[in-house]
């Protein structure tokens, strides 16, 4: 816990009663439940009437930075964890080298409200242009201003500059499917996102509430990602997910929409349980208010049936291998059978298993009669309607793994909680043969679902590239890095996976005016990497550094995130965001 007014050593300003009320100076805030032993307040520059200066300040693990008015450092507090047997720091942080850690993030943030160069860098802008090598891009305040191969280009005074020298500059980079980025159990998962180079994310479960939710991130310390934000679920009776929105009618399916849109979501989340009836309700409505409606096609409609109807996004593939089987109508009628009969209320236990198996069978004869014609039939119908495909290869892939592989470094970023509910993974309560089928299934599945996104690239369907995140197997931040090899493992060139995760974001979002490529004019989120992702799209994560609405985020920045999001989901029911 933070000491309060004790340790609190700052000069006048803290404890002048109108900037407290005017809510410009903040204590900084540290809800990581991380002892604080002692404090050490640093100085750099003290002037009197210190309060006038200050005007921005960012707080990390361990204590704040504050800036003048010129982005100086003005002061800084810096808080050393104490060691406790219950509750030690992090392996390999002593208090030591978390202050060396502070300090060094503390003289990399020193820019964060100067303008910012980087120089000499080869810019893959993702327009679809070539990479450009020795570019230079000058950034004042959140935009872009200029991307010149010109010696001559004009740096503002007292620039940042960073040295891209040997380097390689992508826009940021949109999760365009994720849950638990609007959850308040899982605040770490922007950390995660912003650290490994994610600007930007599409949440697909959103509150019930969006107006609400966005009038509470105001006050959010943390860097986080801009979130385009989806309703809450809505679903049919007896809906997967318990917080969902249930839909029964074609009356409830419009005032659903209305509402929805009145409260500010950026899109209604359609769901595998909708009616017909409602569904296209939903649709019509949607189409009358302009407002997107996105997510799966529900079982009883087809996906042919979804893009005509206006559904701007179809996740997961659903209802596309079924789409792509010339026996399509059959399939769905026998699967409708084979439904009912497991769902039947008298259904005896063995009755029910061989429905199961049945089930499982269908499944796997929509993956054997894929048929080329059919599906590039229903592709030219997608281009024409302009229907998006979020395939998340990086869900269909988790649901191979069984159980989960638990070598992944990278796991340690996740809370107790979700870690249990990803070891348990998709199969845990099948009988060991039905588990060993669903694996054989999930993997037929998976390669099916490759070879449909590589022809839907060639057919020129429009491709976001999502996660799902928070569903086992789907790193919140490290797993957009995932899915764009599995894109290219697909087929798709690095240049056009890279696309699917920034350019075609922007443009499904109707914001391609100011995101999405490296362009004068446009935000400036990008992100500089190592290595060339274009000779292998797995650069993508040698990421040196981020830049978030015009701010610096160099690696020792991120990698305090990182430190700061694995304590966060050290503590216990911080993170038990569901996944859908
Ligand atoms: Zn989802």
């Known amino acids: 816990m933070w000491n309060q007014e004790s340790s609190w050593n700052t000069g006048d300003s803290a404890h002048n009663p109108s900037m407290s009320a005017m809510g410009i100076f903040r204590q900084p805030t540290n809800s990581s439940g991380v002892r604080v032993s002692h404090e050490l307040t640093m100085r750099l520059r003290f002037r009197p009437g210190l309060n006038r200066w200050i005007r921005d300040w960012v707080v990390l693990e361990w204590g704040a930075v504050y800036l003048d008015r010129q982005g100086e450092i003005e002061m800084a507090r810096i808080l050393v964890p104490s060691i406790t047997p219950e509750r030690p720091v992090r392996r390999g942080h002593s208090p030591f080298s978390v202050y060396l850690i502070f300090l060094v993030a503390l003289f990399s943030v020193r820019g964060w409200s100067q303008s910012l160069v980087i120089k000499d860098v080869t810019v893959i802008d993702a327009t679809g242009r070539a990479a450009e090598p020795h570019s230079t891009v000058v950034i004042d305040g959140d935009h872009i201003v200029a991307v010149s191969r010109s010696k001559k280009t004009h740096l503002p005074q007292n620039a940042v500059i960073v040295d891209g020298t040997g380097k390689f500059l992508i826009p940021g980079l949109w999760d365009m499917h994720v849950h638990g980025a609007s959850d308040t159990r899982a605040p770490w998962s922007h950390l995660l996102f912003v650290a490994n180079g994610v600007v930007g994310v599409r949440d697909m479960s959103g509150p019930p509430d969006a107006n609400a939710w966005r009038a509470t991130q105001a006050s959010n310390?943390?860097?986080?990602?801009?979130?385009?934000?989806?309703?809450?679920?809505?679903?049919?009776?007896?809906?997967?997910?318990?917080?969902?929105?249930?839909?029964?009618?074609?009356?409830?399916?419009?005032?659903?929409?209305d509402q929805l849109q009145q409260r500010g979501a950026d899109f209604i989340k359609v769901y595998s349980g909708l009616s017909r009836n409602a569904y296209f309700a939903i649709a019509d409505e949607a189409k009358k208010r302009d407002i997107p409606f996105e997510g799966h096609v529900p079982d009883a409609v087809t996906a042919a049936e979804a893009s005509g109807a206006g559904q701007k996004s179809i996740e997961h593939l659903t209802q596309v291998a079924e789409g792509c089987s010339k026996e399509e109508k059959t399939i769905a009628a026998e699967r409708q059978r084979l439904e009912a009969s497991f769902r039947a209320p008298d259904a005896t236990m063995p009755q029910k298993i061989a429905a199961g198996q049945n089930i499982i069978r269908l499944n796997f004869h929509v993956v054997e009669s894929f048929d080329e014609a059919t599906a590039q039939s229903l592709f030219a119908q997608f281009v024409k309607n302009g229907t998006w495909q979020t395939p998340t290869l990086t869900l269909l892939q988790g649901q191979i793994d069984d159980p989960l592989s638990t070598n992944d470094p990278r796991l340690q970023y996740l809370s107790k909680e979700v870690r249990a509910k990803w070891d348990a993974g998709y199969y845990s309560h099948f009988p060991p043969p039905a588990r060993a089928a669903m694996v054989q299934l999930a993997k037929a599945e998976f390669d099916e679902s490759k070879k449909i996104v590589a022809l839907m690239y060639r057919m020129g369907?429009?491709?976001?590239?999502?996660?799902?995140?928070?569903?086992?197997?789907?790193?919140?931040?490290?797993?957009?890095?995932?899915?764009?090899?599995?894109?290219?493992?697909?087929?798709?060139?690095?240049?056009?996976?890279?696309?699917?995760?920034?350019?075609?974001?922007?443009?499904?979002?109707?914001?391609?005016?100011?995101?999405?490529?490296?362009?004068?004019?446009?935000?400036?989120?990008?992100?500089?990497?190592?290595?060339?992702?274009?000779?292998?799209?797995?650069?993508?994560?040698?990421?040196?550094?981020?830049?978030?609405?015009?701010?610096?985020?160099?690696?020792?920045?991120?990698?305090?995130?990182?430190?700061?999001?694995?304590?966060?989901?050290?503590?216990?029911?911080?993170?038990?965001?569901?996944?859908?």
């Not at 004019?521 to 978030?548: E, F, R, Y």
Request: proline content about 10%; some cysteine.
């Open 221 to 257: 310390p943390d860097p986080s990602p801009t979130i385009y934000l989806g309703s809450p679920i809505v679903d049919g009776p007896n809906p997967a997910w318990p917080d969902s929105i249930v839909v029964a009618n074609e009356a409830q399916g419009r005032e659903v929409v």
């Open 461 to 580: 369907v429009p491709i976001l590239a999502g996660t799902d995140t928070m569903n086992p197997h789907c790193l919140p931040g490290f797993g957009i890095h995932d899915e764009l090899a599995f894109l290219v493992d697909a087929g798709l060139p690095p240049l056009a996976a890279l696309q699917a995760a920034t350019r075609n974001a922007a443009q499904f979002m109707g914001q391609q005016s100011r995101r999405g490529t490296i362009e004068v004019g446009k935000t400036a989120d990008l992100v500089l990497l190592d290595k060339d992702p274009l000779a292998d799209i797995h650069n993508t994560s040698s990421i040196q550094a981020v830049v978030l609405n015009g701010k610096l985020f160099p690696r020792a920045v991120l990698d305090a995130m990182l430190t700061k999001a694995q304590t966060l989901a050290g503590i216990p029911d911080a993170a038990a965001a569901p996944g859908k």
